[in-house]
């Protein structure tokens, strides 16, 4: 139980382009998502929280109008890099817990997003 | 505030040597979980453990053990026998009562078991 999946798994797009990643919870429901970012040879830094149904909470420092957040159902958040840039190239995983797991995050494979 | 500090960068061992990575944390908090992942070179995050803060009992899962000491407030992973297949990123965390369902993590220590 408790899988969290994340599509794609790679993306490579080009400068000024805008790219969705989906994160979806399998077989629980997610009441809380969180998106990180990881840079080569770098921890994990978190960008924002987000729960179902209301606005995503951003990390001092992440740009809001950049990383758009969407989390629309309890199984479902979406971020959109809009107009990515070369900068913007990095991993990027999700992460979800459920209401009877609030203090483990069950984590998705994550996206290797790359801009060319 | 929240710290985990993991102040190996990187580590090599030879296979069968066993290894301890260490971990360090900082919290206010009297309710707090202490975690282990894997990360390989494919990127997904492998859960290992998760302790709580009143359950300072070692932990052993196969070649894996665990040293929970909160009066140094530390965390320690010790790989016994190592295999190459242990080569990843490891990344030990916290989460606080009070961190909102953050998680807090350290640095990462990159293991590398050379044949």
């Known amino acids: 139980g408790a899988v969290v999946s994340q599509h794609p798994s790679r993306v490579i797009c080009k400068s000024g382009t805008s790219v969705k990643i989906e994160c979806r919870s399998l077989?629980?429901?997610?009441?809380?998502m969180f998106w990180y970012r990881q840079f080569p040879k770098q921890s994990l830094m978190l960008m924002a929280t987000?729960?179902?149904?209301?606005?995503?909470?951003?990390e001092q420092g992440v740009e809001k109008d950049k990383f758009l957040i969407n989390h629309a159902s309890l199984t479902l958040s979406t971020l959109t890099v809009t107009s990515a840039h070369p900068e913007d190239s990095s991993f990027y995983i999700c992460?979800?817990?459920?209401?009877?797991?609030?203090?483990?995050?069950?984590f998705g494979p994550g996206t290797r997003l790359t801009v060319l | 505030a929240q710290k985990v500090t993991q102040a190996q960068t990187e580590i090599s061992v030879v296979e069968k040597e066993d290894v301890t990575l260490d971990c360090v944390y900082e919290?206010?908090?009297?309710?707090?979980?202490l975690f282990w992942y894997k990360q390989p070179p494919s990127g997904e995050l492998v859960f290992l453990i998760r302790?709580?803060?009143?359950?300072?009992q070692n932990e052993i899962s196969g070649r894996y053990s665990w040293n929970f000491q909160k009066s140094t407030s530390s965390f320690n992973f010790t790989i016994t026998a190592s295999q190459v297949v242990d080569s990843a990123v490891y990344f030990c965390?916290?989460?606080?009562?009070?961190?909102?369902?953050?998680?807090?993590f350290g640095q990462g220590t990159i293991l590398t078991v050379h044949p």
């Open positions: 987000s729960n179902e149904g209301s606005k995503a909470t951003y």
């Open positions: 302790r709580n803060s009143f359950d300072e």
């Open positions: 992460s979800a817990t459920g209401p009877s797991s609030y203090n483990e995050q069950f």
């Open positions: 919290t206010r908090d009297t309710t707090y979980y």
């Open positions: 965390a916290l989460w606080g009562c009070t961190s909102y369902g953050k998680l807090t």
């Open positions: 077989d629980f429901q997610a009441t809380t």
